[in-house]
């Protein structure tokens, strides 16, 4: 009776009810697979194209196979899909699947015909093995821009911190400083850092699309506290030791003198700042489950690498060049201890440290909960 009732091409009627007395027979298991032709589904359709009947969904669900469809008929399965809150893939050939692939939230072209110019992708090869490399790229590009997203924002907050703290001494960064900080750590690092690639196997998890998502908030939440009181905590660290010498605001120098800005607070907070930028990038440059493991992306690594040997160089091994680049005060740097300085390299390997098992460990264990819901939500959607 079930396929009487879906067999439309004999002309039979088809009833839709929410609860019928007489029909309790025609109830359809979810966990069986049926064909259905396109006459059939447009008289379905025809009496329920809200899909608010559950009879309708359940049809809908468990069939595996729509033969015979007309374009329009291909068309009104995948708005009758996405009304009930799937997001669907298309994947046609030919000039009659065009209306259903610019329906679907992914169409794929499996040709270079007049398919291809309605669907946003297209496959050189004429069959569906491009689709888990399609989900695989999504997953990547979307978990890419979150991490650029959420790189830039602490790249923010990280340098507003710094401000804070110099324009409390009436003091700031230097305009150098500000052009080291942009043209050589951040831009670089910010552009390398999404050229991985997608990883190789397809995940069953799935990344976030939400910016304002739970994950994502406690991830940023939680970096800017750590790197704002680690800061702080160096700043006062370094003016209780004896040979600080505090900045002294001259009112005869313009507020955009180097000389007015150059004290010890600058130089210190600078290079500590600048491995906070390095650290906080390799904690959003994880790869796994969505991108490929970071080493694998060899510009970043190398970029890395370079970055970090400047970095501990500026901080262990006074140099005058630099010092002038950056505009330190030599002679201010200069009676800083060595001691400090070896200090202040702890302090920032410290600092990475936890900058890095934060992201890894502790978002993870802090969304657990989160992300045991998603899981849940999908596996009551697919059954």
Not at 308 to 325: D, E, G, R
Request: charged letters at 15%; one cysteine or more; proline letters at 4%.
């Amino acid at each position: 009776k079930v396929s009487r009732m879906l067999n439309a091409s004999k002309g039979l009627p088809i009833a839709i009810r929410d609860e019928p007395e007489e029909e309790e027979h025609l109830t359809i298991s979810i966990k069986t697979s049926y064909a259905i032709t396109g006459k059939a589904i447009d008289l379905i359709l025809q009496q329920d194209p809200n899909c608010a009947h559950k009879r309708t969904r359940q049809i809908l669900e468990s069939t595996s196979v729509y033969a015979r469809m007309s374009p329009e008929s291909k068309s009104k399965v995948i708005e009758a899909l996405q009304k009930m809150g799937n997001i669907t893939g298309m994947c046609g050939d030919g000039a009659n699947d065009c209306v259903a692939l610019k329906a679907a939230d992914v169409g794929i072209s499996l040709s270079d015909a007049e398919a291809s110019i309605a669907a946003p992708f297209t496959s050189r090869v004429p069959d569906i093995t491009c689709v888990p490399t399609l989900l695989r790229e999504g997953r990547a590009a979307l978990a890419t821009s979150f991490q650029c997203f959420k790189y830039m924002a602490l790249y923010s907050m990280i340098q507003f911190t710094s401000v804070s703290i110099l324009y409390g001494l009436k003091i700031n960064l230097t305009d150098n400083q500000y052009l080291i900080i942009d043209l050589l750590i951040i831009v670089p690092l910010a552009i390398t850092m999404s050229w991985a690639k997608a990883a190789r196997e397809l995940s069953k998890e799935l990344p976030t699309s939400n910016l304002l998502s739970f994950s994502v908030l406690i991830s940023i939440i939680g970096q800017v506290v750590i790197q704002s009181l680690s800061q702080v905590l160096v700043y006062f660290f370094s003016a209780a030791q004896s040979w600080y010498v505090p900045p002294v605001y001259n009112k005869d120098l313009d507020d955009n003198d180097v000389k007015q800005k150059k004290c010890h607070a600058n130089t210190i907070i600078y290079l500590f700042a600048s491995i906070q930028y390095i650290a906080t990038v390799v904690a959003f440059a994880i790869g796994k489950p969505f991108r490929r493991p970071m080493l694998s992306n060899i510009y970043f690594t190398v970029n890395l690498i370079l970055l970090v040997i400047f970095s501990y160089y500026l901080i262990l091994m006074p140099n005058p060049f630099f010092q002038s680049l950056l505009n330190f005060d030599y002679s201010a740097y200069h009676l800083i201890p060595m001691k400090f300085l070896l200090y202040l390299a702890i302090f920032t390997l410290l600092n990475s440290i936890i900058t890095y098992w934060f992201e890894v460990f502790a978002v993870a264990w802090l969304t657990k909960d989160y992300s045991n819901d998603i899981d849940d939500q999908l596996n009551h959607n697919a059954n």
